[in-house]
């Protein structure tokens, strides 16, 4: 996953990354969660993205 950050005032980010993890009969499915806050209590969201991924399980 890429991110792009633009300059903001703040000098120190918080990034918050989640994954979530599923299983079928046949595949396996990601989603990745990206959070970058631009505060130490994490109100002020800078950035966010999710991705969603899904490989082929051969048994």
Same mark, same amino acid.
């Given at each position: 996953?890429?991110?792009?950050?633009?300059?903001?005032?703040?000098?120190?980010?918080?990034?918050? *990354? +989640?994954?979530? !993890?599923?299983?079928?009969?046949? %595949?396996? &499915?990601?989603?990745?969660?990206?959070?970058?806050?631009?505060?130490?209590?994490? *109100? +002020?969201?800078? !950035?966010?993205?999710?991705?969603? %991924?899904? &490989?082929?399980?051969?048994?």
């Amino acid at each position: 996953m890429t991110a792009r950050l633009s300059k903001y005032k703040a000098a120190n980010y918080w990034m918050v *990354t +989640k994954k979530y !993890y599923a299983k079928d009969a046949v %595949n396996v &499915y990601i989603k990745t969660s990206f959070q970058v806050y631009s505060n130490r209590a994490r *109100t +002020k969201l800078a !950035y966010s993205s999710f991705q969603i %991924n899904k &490989y082929y399980s051969p048994k």
